[in-house]
Each structure stands twice: as C-alpha cells, then as structure tokens.
C-alpha cells in the first residue's frame, strides 16, 4: 500500500497549443556571468585524527585476533560434532547389531523350543531306559538354552556399558572446551584493555622530514605495544663507540660522541651507501630518514644515552615497495 496518492488515470496534460496566427514568446538570451575562482587552502590533518587513526587500526588488529580464535574455536566445535555424529553411528550400528543377534537368538530359542517339546513327546512315549535318556537331552537342552540367553545378556551389558564410556569422555571433552573459551575470552579482554592504555601512554614526537606526530616507544613494555598494532618493524640496537660502523637492519650506524649529561648524541648514518651525519641529536627524537626500499620513512629512536654507547631501535615500514 503506497502513501502517495494515486496518479490521475488520464496521464500528463498537455500544454496548450499557441494559437494560430499569434508570434512565438520571446525568450532572452540568458546571460552568464564569468564566476571569479576560488580557492580553499588545504589543511593539514589535525593530531588528533592521527591518533584517531592509530587507535581504529589497533582496534582492527584486536578484532582480526578475536576472528582468529573465534575461528579457531568453530573449527573445534565442528570436530566434536563430527566425533558425536561418529559416536551416534556407532550406537545405531550397535543398535542394528543388537537387534539382528535378538532375533538370530529368538530363533535359536524357537527351534530349542521346538526341540524340547518334541524330545518331552518322546520321552512321554518311551519307556524305561529311553525315557531316561529322552529326559537327559531335554536337561542338556533347557542346560543350552539357558547359557545362551546369559552369555546374550552378558553381550548387551557390555556393549552398553562401553558407550556410555565414550558418551561421557565425549562430554568431558565438550566442557573442557568451554572452559578453554572462557579463559581465552578472559585473556582476550585483558590483553585489549593492556595494549589500549598502553598505546593511550606512548609519546609523540613530531618527524623532522613529513613534520607528522609519530608514536614513540621509551621502554621495552612500550615498544612490545607498538610491535602489537603490526604496522612496522622493529629492530632494537646497542651501539659503542668503535671505528667501524655497526649494522642495525638494513643501515649501518657508527657513533661520533655520547653526553649522557646532556642526553644529546652525534652519529653517522649509511643508507643506500650514502652516509649522512646526525650531530647533537637528544634522546627519543625521532630520526627519519628515506631509502629507496620503501616510500615512507624509517625511524631511528635513541631511548638510552651513556657513556660512549647509545641503546634504542629502528622502525622499519612493513610495506617495503620501490619508490617512484
């Protein structure tokens, strides 16, 4: 039922024809006026959105967790209804097993029957010795029957008794999943809730190439969160002061001096065998630099200045593609 009201059923009214004779309307030529330009200056993304933008991939990478062991979690689920649907074919088998042997020992029992009675027949109609002997078959014969029906009884108690073992190990199975669910949702949570106030701590600095804020680790705890969000690479370093450079990921690192009173440094840096120094550099500032492995741009964080050493490490952009 449609709220609209319901077309006029004769269509569109035409437009009135001019009559004859009479000259066409005038129309004026339209005029256009030239539109001065304008222009709107862009600006810059704001801090704010990029820590917006941070913390959404952070979430994204802890729902991709949650999807993970939520697979995973199916996966062990259809295995136990594939191990009770297993189980459920065994007891109807059993069942059918069952059934066949009651009726094979029905008929046994028959023709046993039938047995007795025509050896009671004879023995009604012998005499002496083979009365005697007539009676001694029905014994023997009443004597089979009955171990037959106890060792059936004996059979079925067994076989009852083995599934209602696997009944139960398969239940013990089930709860034990329930509770492994329930540890790791525990864990999940926790770990999320970690990870979030931790990145909510990490420092910000603004790069001295793009002038972006960018996350700084100061401490081991803190570098495992920006590991956690898997948008970069890390490599951790220790450098003395040497004659030889050392290597830290793809570069190479040789420090100049050390001021652990100042907090300040100086080294030199080779990338793509080009070597640039770094002079009077402080302590967690953000060192950018670009190599020809990647369009963005590493980030080399100096968190502990000593005595002739430097101690921090390189962030390296995951997506390392040639740039134009």
């Not at 398969?170 to 106030?197: F, P, R, W, Y």
Request: glycine letters at 4%; a positive charge; aromatic letters at 4%.
């Amino acid at each position: 039922m449609s709220i609209f009201p319901n077309p006029s059923p004769q269509g569109p009214i035409p437009p009135s024809a001019p009559p004859q004779g009479a000259p066409p309307p005038y129309n004026p030529p339209p005029q256009y006026a030239a539109a001065p330009p304008q222009y709107v200056l862009a600006q810059p993304p704001s801090e704010g959105g990029w820590k917006i933008i941070t913390l959404f991939v952070a979430v994204l990478a802890l729902i991709g967790g949650c999807v993970y062991l939520y697979m995973q979690l199916d996966k062990t689920k259809q295995d136990l209804v594939k191990t009770n649907d297993a189980l459920q074919n065994r007891i109807d088998k059993l069942e059918e097993a069952t059934s066949v042997t009651t009726r094979s020992n029905r008929k046994t029992t028959e023709e046993l029957r039938e047995q007795l009675e025509r050896a009671r027949r004879q023995a009604n109609a012998m005499v002496g010795e083979a009365k005697q002997e007539a009676l001694k078959r029905v014994d023997d014969t009443r004597a089979q029957l009955e171990a037959a029906q106890e060792q059936n009884k004996q059979q079925l108690k067994s076989d009852i008794s083995q599934v209602r073992e696997q009944t139960d190990t398969a239940n013990t199975k089930i709860s034990q999943v329930g509770n492994d669910v329930t540890a790791v949702k525990t864990d999940l949570t926790s770990t999320k809730s970690e990870l979030e106030k931790t990145v909510a701590d990490l420092k910000r600095a603004t790069g001295d190439i793009d002038g972006h804020s960018v996350m700084i680790a100061t401490n081991g705890k803190e570098l495992a969160a920006l590991r956690a969000l898997g948008e970069r690479n890390f490599v951790e370093f220790t450098i003395h002061k040497a004659k030889q450079p050392q290597k830290v990921g793809d570069v190479t690192i040789l420090l100049k001096s050390a001021d652990p009173k100042r907090n300040r440094y100086t080294i030199e840096l080779t990338a793509d065998d080009k070597t640039t120094e770094k002079k009077d550099r402080t302590a967690n500032e953000p060192v950018q630099f670009m190599t020809s492995k990647a369009k963005q741009p590493y980030e080399l964080i100096v968190n502990d200045v000593k005595k002739d050493t430097i101690a921090g490490y390189l962030s390296v952009p995951k997506v390392q593609n040639v740039r134009n």
